[in-house]
Each structure stands twice: as C-alpha cells, then as structure tokens.
C-alpha cells in the first residue's frame, strides 16, 4: 500500500497501486476525476473527534508553558544574553504555540495513519532545509500552508519513528524556492521607500507618548480623538518592516532540546527537531532586528504599550516591546481583534493574548481579572442609504487545508462537511431569494477552490460571486440581508451595524463556552441563530418580503442588545479605552 501525505504529484506512485491518503488535503479538487479512477483509502482526520481535539488542545497548551523556558535558555545562551522567559514568550510565543500545535497534528496524522492501514512505500522529497526556514513570523504563516513545507514535515515524522516503510527519495532542492520566489522592480521598491519615510514622519509625535499606541485596529479619526483624550499629540502608524534571511558563518543551529531520551514520543521529536524551523528572525537576524527597533521613531520608555495585532507578526514591534516590558516595566495592553474571542470553548490565540497582558481589552465581555470590556475598536460599516435592497450576501468561511492554530471552529478537511453545510441551507431557500444571493468565499482559498465549488453544486445561474477586489464596506451596499456562516468578526460587524443578520453554523465544529451559552439562545430565540440548516432557510424564506418587520420587531431588537452590549458594544467605547490606558 503507496502512502501518499500530500498532494505533490511527483511523490504519488507512476504505477497502478493501491493507495493511502493521509487525508483529505491530498485530494484537490481540482483531481476529482483522477482521484475517482484511483484504488484507494484515505485515513481519517484524527480531529474528526472533537473531545480529542479538546484534551489536546489542553495538552499542548501545557506543551507550550514547559518549552518556552527550555528555548529561552538556549537562545540565552546563542546569543550570549540574559532574558527571562517572559521575554522569549512575547518575541517568539506565536511562532512556537502555532508550530508545536501544527507538528503535533502532523504527528497524530501519521500515527493514526501506520496504526490502521501499514503502509509499505512513500516517496520523499528532499528539499534545502534553509528553504524550509521561515525568515519571520509572517514567512512562517505562508510556508506551513504550502504543500512543500507539509511534506517535509511529514517526511520528518516518518524518518523519525523509522516504521516500517520503504521511502524513495527525489531531490527536489530548488522546487520550492522558485515557486515562491517574488520580483519586484526598481520603480516598486522606490515607492515602497518613499511611502515607508513619509509615515516614518506622521509617526515622529509618537517619541513623546507615555501611552504607545500601534497597530491597535481604530480607524484613523478615532485614534486621532484617542490621543486627544489621552493628552498626547495624534500619530499614525508605520509600516511593518520587511527583510530577507541572512547567515553568518557562526552556525546557529546544531542543537536540541533533547536530553539524552531514546523514547520515540512527540516531546522528543519536537525538541529534538525544533532548531531546524525556529525562524531566522530569532536566530541569524537577532541582532539585526533588535538594530532596526532600535532606530524607530517610538518612544523610549513608554509607560503603556497598546496594540490589537502588531504582537503577532510584527517581528520589529515584537523586540522592541519585549526589550520595554522587561526592561523598563512597561505595561503590555492588547485589544481584541476579532470574533470568536469570549464565546469560542477553545482559542489558543485567546489564551497567549491574555496570557502576555497585563491588560486585555474586550469588545464588552470579560472573563478574569485582567480582561476588560471597553468595546468593540473596528470602525462600523456605512449602512446603505438605498431603499432598494435587493442582495443576500453570503458569507462563508476558509479554514487552512493543514491545520495551524488550534479553536472550536471546522479544522482541516473538516472544512468540506463545513462548506456542505452551508450549501444545504442554500437548497432549501426560495427561488426569488436564490437568484439575488451574492456570495463572498473567505479571502484566502487554501486550494478548496470555493468558486468552482459553487458553480459545481448549485444548480442555478443566477447567483454572484463577490470580486475579492472589492472593498469591504461597498459589499454590503443593497444589502436586504447577510448570512454569516462561522463564528467570527462579521456578524459581529454587521449586527453592529445593523444590518439585518442572519448567523448559521453547526454546533459540533463552533463549539462554544458555557458562558456564551445563553447569549446565543437568546439569539436562537430571536431567529437570528441557527444551528439547522431547513430551519434557517425555512425563517428566511417567510421574512423576505419583509425583513425590517422582523428586525426591528421588539423581541428582536432587545436580543440583539443583550447579546451586542456583551460581544460588540460601540457605547462610548473611546472614553472606556482612555479610562483604561490611563490607570
């Protein structure tokens, strides 16, 4: 039996044999007319059962607090410093919770996979390992999406355990660079640089702020009048810094976290293995990056640092407000900065965040000592004057075919049965209401192809695909109703708003906590949440005619204020967060 654990064709069998796939990411759709003449089995995803995925997601949190001391120590040592862990946390924290979360997924795949079905032969490509180091944060976030990188790690796992297997391998050195390589010309780069410098300028007040503010999601006029508040001269931020991989001749990567265990488990893989993708920025650009913080226009020793998502990828951000934190004591504010975040059962994004601030600011929920609701910090959108409104948008969501960042939503292949779903509600809707649906796919396709799959499974001409082009606000111009198909930011949004919205998803992936139970019942109640596809297409259908009937009915609109004063509250919002940033 052919293991197959990506969909790379040159690591598929050039003869008739039975197969394995490893899962549904191997299967594009874009082959599902190969794929039907093929002998095969695919292994099941081991997340399909979500009480795993919850003691997991348990587990690896725990995995993540035991090995940020562990790397701390030893980039201590590389870099012949002294930091404490906390500093090591707020630099590389994101990187490391999203690739202990990624590999483990990775590893359960293939244990799953040799458990059930034995296979005999796979195919291994080897590539460059520095092709396969992420330059930063953000390089890293593009990589573990490729099927490249997949395999490799893949490839790791099944060499590690030494299974049973014959593995053939094919040189591919220079496959994945090439693919990904970027050219930008002389002119570009010119306008890059002179954009860059003339922010550099708008943000040059910033260097007597006591309360740093960067990144915090407000839109230009509210931190404008935020600044007032705080007494400060406004400034705008800059942009983030972009910079590629270099190496010195000391070599930065001969060493692990393992300590002498010849026990073949996913603790030792991961120490064992972990100096091979710890991103460049951490290592060989360490004292490059902490130059470039070094010259920005911020200030030196703020009293408060706020930000919404610049703790993230922002490598530059990221060192300066570690070096901040740890030493000159300033206090680390995050905002949230997105749904989910108060009604999910699981969110390991959530959890660091609170984990690293001293405050974090909700959108009007809160949940321990140092989380506090202020308000949702995104700007509304423009409702449409027009009283011809004709459009349901329909909003789906995308998740990565490799999963990457663990939360109760649809994850990997679990994103078909996801997509299904919301088809099926579609079906159920009259045919005036179809021949108006406009749908908006989630950004980034992640090779679903959601299009395609559109055109292929509904049976009529009529309905619209939102140009990805297309500004946000201008989509919900002409809009009668949105129907928002995941637990995110957008009903939050457009509820805000008020835009008549409609929320649908399938209680057994978007599992949520026990205190937002009752929130989203009274939703239910209301008819604005739905959990059955017939029985939302079904309250769909009969208010069509007249959905301002329904929505300002006064059941409505008081459900909506309970549920919006605790997940998106906009009431003097900027003088809660002022309050805050000032004590």
């Given at each position: 039996m052919f293991l197959i654990?990506?969909?790379?064709?040159?690591?598929?069998?050039?003869?008739?044999?039975?197969?394995?796939?490893?899962?549904?990411?191997?299967?594009?759709?874009?082959?599902?007319?190969?794929?039907?003449?093929?002998?095969?089995?695919?292994?099941?995803?081991?997340?399909?059962?979500?009480?795993?995925?919850?003691?997991?997601?348990?587990?690896?949190?725990?995995?993540?607090e035991k090995t940020i001391p562990l790397i701390a120590t030893k980039l201590n040592t590389i870099h012949k410093v002294n930091y404490t862990t906390k500093y090591w946390k707020l630099i590389l924290g994101p990187w490391l919770m999203v690739f202990i979360s990624a590999t483990y997924d990775r590893w359960e795949s293939i244990r799953l996979c040799f458990k059930n079905f034995s296979p005999s032969k796979t195919v291994e490509l080897t590539y460059k390992l520095e092709d396969m180091i992420p330059i930063c944060m953000q390089d890293f976030s593009k990589k573990i999406e490729t099927d490249e990188w997949n395999h490799y790690i893949y490839s790791e796992i099944i060499n590690y355990n030494d299974d049973d297997i014959f593995i053939e391998k094919i040189n591919k050195d220079n496959f994945f660079n090439s693919k990904h390589k970027i050219e930008i010309n002389l002119k570009k780069k010119l306008l890059k640089?002179?954009?860059?410098?003339?922010?550099?300028?708008?943000?040059?007040?910033?260097?007597?702020?006591?309360?740093?503010?960067?990144?915090?999601?407000?839109?230009?006029?509210?931190?404008?009048?935020?600044?007032?508040?705080?007494?400060?001269?406004?400034?705008?931020?800059?942009?983030?810094?972009?910079?590629?991989?270099?190496?010195?001749k000391e070599n930065f990567r001969s060493w692990d976290l393992l300590e002498n265990n010849s026990i073949k488990n996913f603790e030792?893989?991961?120490?064992?293995?972990?100096?091979?993708?710890?991103?460049?920025?951490?290592?060989?650009?360490?004292?490059?990056?902490?130059?470039?913080?070094?010259?920005?226009?911020?200030?030196?020793?703020?009293?408060?640092?706020?930000?919404?998502?610049?703790h993230y990828m922002d490598e530059t951000f990221k060192f300066?407000?570690?070096?901040?934190?740890?030493?000159?004591?300033?206090?680390?504010?995050?905002?949230?900065?997105?749904?989910h975040w108060g009604q999910g059962l699981f969110n390991f994004t959530e959890n660091y965040e609170i984990a690293?601030?001293?405050?974090?600011?909700?959108?009007?929920?809160?949940?321990?000592?140092?989380?506090?609701?202020?308000?949702?910090?995104?700007?509304?959108?423009?409702?449409?004057?027009?009283?011809?409104?004709?459009?349901?948008?329909?909003?789906?969501?995308?998740?990565?075919?490799?999963?990457?960042?663990?939360q109760s939503i649809p994850i990997s292949s679990q994103w078909v049965d996801y997509f299904d779903n919301q088809i099926s509600l579609v079906h159920n809707l009259k045919k005036k209401i179809k021949n108006n649906i406009h749908f908006k796919p989630y950004p980034h396709d992640y090779k679903?192809?959601?299009?395609?799959?559109?055109?292929?499974?509904?049976?009529?001409?009529?309905?619209?695909?939102?140009?990805q082009s297309k500004k946000y606000h201008d989509i919900f111009k002409n809009c009668r109703l949105t129907i928002s198909g995941w637990n995110s930011t957008t009903f939050l949004e457009t509820m805000a708003s008020n835009i008549p919205t409609i929320i649908f998803w399938d209680e057994n992936y978007f599992e949520l906590r026990e205190s937002a139970k009752n929130d989203f019942e009274v939703?239910?109640?209301?008819?604005?949440?739905?959990?059955?596809?017939?029985?939302?297409?079904?309250?769909?259908?009969?208010?069509?005619?007249?959905?301002?009937?329904?929505?300002?009915?006064?059941?409505?609109?008081?459900?909506?204020?309970?549920f919006l004063n605790k997940y998106a509250n906009k009431a003097d919002f900027l003088n809660k967060i002022a309050k805050e940033l000032k004590h």
């Open positions: 654990t990506t969909p790379i064709k040159e690591s598929w069998p050039t003869k008739n044999q039975e197969i394995v796939f490893l899962g549904e990411w191997c299967k594009l759709y874009e082959d599902r007319k190969i794929l039907k003449d093929l002998k095969s089995h695919t292994v099941d995803y081991h997340w399909n059962d979500r009480k795993k995925l919850k003691k997991d997601f348990d587990y690896l949190n725990f995995l993540f640089y002179c954009r860059s410098f003339i922010l550099s300028i708008f943000q040059l007040p910033s260097i007597f702020s006591k309360i740093f503010i960067y990144q915090s999601y407000l839109g230009r006029k509210d931190l404008i009048k935020l600044n007032l508040k705080l007494n400060q001269i406004p400034y705008f931020d800059q942009t983030k810094d972009n910079y590629k991989k270099t190496y010195d030792n893989f991961l120490y064992k293995n972990i100096s091979k993708h710890v991103p460049s920025s951490y290592l060989e650009n360490y004292n490059f990056i902490n130059k470039l913080a070094s010259k920005k226009f911020w200030p030196k020793n703020p009293k408060i640092i706020f930000t919404s998502n610049a300066w407000m570690a070096s901040k934190v740890v030493n000159f004591n300033s206090k680390l504010f995050i905002g949230q900065h997105g749904g690293i601030s001293d405050k974090f600011l909700s959108w009007g929920w809160s949940s321990k000592k140092n989380v506090f609701p202020t308000g949702m910090l995104k700007p509304l959108i423009n409702k449409s004057k027009n009283t011809k409104k004709e459009k349901l948008i329909f909003i789906l969501l995308g998740t990565d075919r490799y999963s990457h960042n663990i679903w192809l959601q299009a395609e799959r559109l055109n292929d499974c509904l049976n009529f001409d009529s309905f619209k695909i939102i140009d939703l239910k109640k209301a008819k604005i949440f739905f959990s059955n596809p017939n029985e939302a297409a079904k309250h769909i259908n009969e208010i069509w005619e007249n959905v301002d009937l329904w929505w300002y009915n006064i059941d409505t609109v008081e459900a909506k204020k309970i």
